[in-house]
C-alpha cells in the first residue's frame, strides 16, 4: 500500500510543478500556445522523466537488466501500454479539455481506477471485494465533486465525452497490460518505467508533436530561461510516482493501485498551498480527507501493511 501511496503523493507535487511550467508558457508569446501546450509539456515531462530514471537504474548498476530486459517479449506488452496510457490517454484527455473543458473533463477521467479494476477482475482474475468498491467509489465520488465545475466551456458535448472516455480506457488498459507484462519478473518494475516513459516520449517526438506543428515550440519552450529546471523536476517527481505506481502494480494488484494512485488529487491541493500559497476551503478538506480514506479502504488488506 505505502507504494502505491508514495505514487499518488509524487503525482500531485508532479501536478503542481507542470501547473507552474504550464503558467510560465502561457506568458511566452507563442503560436497556438493554448492547444500546443498540453502535447509539449507531456512530451518534456516524459523525457525528462525516462532521462532521470535510466540514470537511477545506471547508479544502481542496473543497466544490463534493462538491457536483456528489453530483448523479452513482456517488453513490447509493456510498450503497448505505455502507448495506451501516454499517446493514447493523454491526447484524448487533452482534446477533451478543448471541446468540454477542464471541469467536466476531470470528472469524467476520475473513473478510470473503476474501469481499471473491472479489467482487472474480468482479465487478470484480481479479486475485488464489495468493501473495497466501496472504497473505490467513495473516493471517486469525492474527485468528482472536488474537480466539477459548472463554469466549463462546453463547444462540442458528445464528441469531448468521447474523448474523455478515450483517456480513461487508455490509462486503465495501461494498468492491466503493464500488469501483465511484469507477471513473470523478466521485466522488473524499474525497467518497466523507462520503457514506459522512452516509449511515450518517442511516440510523441516522432508522431504528435509533428502533427500538431509544435517542434519549433517545443524547442522555444526547453531553452527559455528556467523553463528546462521546472520539467526537470517535475520529470523526477513523476519518473518516481509512476516507479512506485508500477511497484504497487506489481505487487497489490491494479484496482487497489488505481485507487491509491489517484489521491493525487488530494495531494496536489497540499502541494498548492505549501509552494503558492492557495489556501483551501474546508469542503476541499473534507473532499481531499474523503478521497485519501476511500483509497485507503480500496487497498486495505488484513495480511498487508502499509
Known amino acids: 500500500m505505502r507504494n502505491g501511496l508514495l505514487s499518488g503523493i509524487l503525482w500531485g507535487l ?8 504550464l503558467g510560465r508558457v502561457d506568458g511566452m508569446s507563442l503560436e497556438n500556445a493554448a492547444m500546443i501546450a498540453p502535447f509539449l509539456s507531456t512530451f518534456l515531462h516524459d523525457t525528462a522523466s525516462a532521462f532521470w530514471m535510466f540514470l537511477y537504474s545506471l547508479v544502481r548498476g542496473r543497466y544490463s537488466e534493462l538491457i536483456e530486459a ?10 503497448i501500454g505505455a502507448l495506451l496510457g501516454g499517446p493514447v490517454g493523454m491526447t484524448g484527455y487533452v482534446l477533451a479539455i478543448g471541446h468540454i473543458g477542464p471541469g467536466y473533463t476531470a470528472v469524467i477521467s476520475a473513473i478510470y481506477p473503476a474501469v481499471g479494476a473491472m479489467l482487472a477482475s474480468l482479465f487478470l482474475k484480481e479479486v475485488f471485494r464489495p468493501r473495497q468498491w466501496f ?7 469525492a474527485i468528482i465533486a472536488l474537480s466539477y465545475s459548472t463554469s466549463s466551456d462546453v463547444s462540442n458535448f458528445i464528441f469531448g465525452v468521447t474523448l474523455a472516455m478515450i483517456s480513461v480506457i487508455g490509462w486503465a488498459g495501461e494498468g492491466v497490460i503493464c500488469s501483465y507484462g511484469m507477471r513473470d519478473e523478466d521485466v522488473g518494475d524499474e525497467q518497466a518505467i523507462i520503457i514506459r516513459q522512452a516509449t511515450s516520449a518517442i511516440v510523441f517526438a516522432a508522431i504528435i508533436l509533428p502533427i500538431v506543428g509544435a517542434w519549433r515550440q517545443t524547442i522555444q519552450v526547453a531553452v527559455h530561461d528556467m523553463n528546462l529546471w521546472y520539467v526537470l523536476l517535475a520529470g523526477l517527481a ?14 497489490i494488484g491494479v484496482g487497489k493501485s488505481m485507487a491509491l494512485n489517484i489521491t493525487y488529487s488530494a495531494w496536489a491541493i497540499l502541494f498548492d498551498f505549501i509552494f503558492l500559497g492557495n489556501r483551501p476551503g474546508i469542503l476541499s478538506l473534507v473532499l481531499c480527507a474523503l478521497i485519501i480514506i476511500g483509497a485507503i479502504i480500496a487497498a486495505y488488506e488484513k ?3 502499509l
Not at 508532479?14 to 511550467?21: K, N, R, S, W, Y
Not at 472504497?135 to 465520488?141: K, N, R
Not at 513523476?238 to 505487487?251: K, V
Open 14 to 21: 508532479d501536478t503542481v510543478i507542470l501547473g507552474i511550467f
Open 70 to 79: 528489453l530483448k523479452t517479449r513482456n517488453a513490447k506488452v509493456i510498450m
Open 135 to 141: 472504497g473505490l467509489l467513495m473516493s471517486i465520488a
Open 238 to 251: 513523476g519518473g518516481f510516482s509512476y516507479l512506485f505506481y508500477y511497484r504497487a502494480i506489481h505487487r
Open 303 to 305: 495480511d498487508e501493511v
